[in-house]
């Protein structure tokens, strides 16, 4: 089993920052890719950022040059820089990690969710 943890949410006003963490934990063997999703009230669920093992970045045309996204490979984390916030970016954000876990010999593969943490931008 991989469990995720996220924090970092919270309240901000419009043109602020806030920055989101996501530790995995578990017999994690490899993370291939890490990412970070949103979903804000009546709409689907959205990628917002992603990055591979060797370091390859997406980003949602809507928060290029606004957002960041990190990753520590040694703690299995992964971060969410968001600068300029605006209104449009409220919703509830969620980690997503996929990679192998278990035994070395015999790994299996996992695709986990956070729990979700809530980022309410103030106009």
């Known amino acids: 089993q991989v469990q995720l943890v996220e924090s970092g949410g919270g309240l901000v006003q419009a043109g602020g920052s806030l920055r989101l963490s996501c530790a995995a934990s578990?017999?994690?063997?490899?993370?291939?890719?890490m990412g970070w999703y949103r979903q804000a009230p009546g709409k689907q669920r959205e990628l917002v950022a992603s990055i591979t093992r060797a370091g390859s970045l997406n980003y949602a045309d809507s928060v290029k040059g606004r957002f960041t996204i990190s990753r520590d490979n040694g703690k299995n984390t992964v971060y969410l820089q968001m600068n300029s916030l605006k209104a449009e970016d409220t919703a509830v954000y969620y980690c997503?990690?996929?990679?192998?876990?278990?035994?070395?010999?015999?790994?299996?593969?996992?695709?986990?969710w956070g729990q979700g943490t809530l980022v309410t931008v103030s106009s």
């Open positions: 997503n990690v996929a990679g192998s876990y278990g035994l070395s010999w015999s790994p299996l593969p996992f695709d986990a």
């Open positions: 578990g017999r994690i063997l490899s993370i291939n890719v």
